[in-house]
């Protein structure tokens, strides 16, 4: 699980390295998928994971706008603002975590019950597919998208890089 959440962040932050040489415009252009822009879509990443987090934990989740966090450098901040609970918490995961049950209480008042371990996968996938949008955007940029190769970027405790 750690390895996974890790390859993320990394990934992440190669994200928001290569938005650098964009200008806001198109940060923001609106563009089919995702969140309809890079730049929200890097927000709706941050914002869900640490969302699944605080809710495992039994805290509030959050409920900021976008509005208030549509610059590189305010997603960032805000990014390294919750990173350090989201990694406490992910670094501290064990096996007993797992199979603890979670319920959440969707819009249509049904009940829905999801173990630790099933929403922990969640957020890692969640992050995933939204890279692959940002890829796709990449390339309709007509730029090369940041690798998204778990080889080699010395995850596991036995690589090099």
Known sequence: MQ???????MIRKDWYNWCEDLSEEELLQNRTGGMGS???????????????IRLLQGKADFQESFD?????DKVRKLDAEFHMEVENFVNNWDASM??????????DGRIVTDTWGEVMRHAIAHEIHHIGQLSIWARELGRKPVS??????GLSSHSTK
């Open 3 to 9: 390895t996974l959440f890790k390859y993320n962040w």
């Open 38 to 52: 890079i730049l929200h879509t890097l927000f709706h990443i941050v914002d869900v994971e640490w969302s699944w």
């Open 68 to 72: 208030y966090y549509n610059s590189l």
């Open 98 to 107: 797992e199979n603890q049950l979670f319920y959440d209480t969707l819009p």
């Open 148 to 153: 998204a190769n778990l080889i080699g970027r």
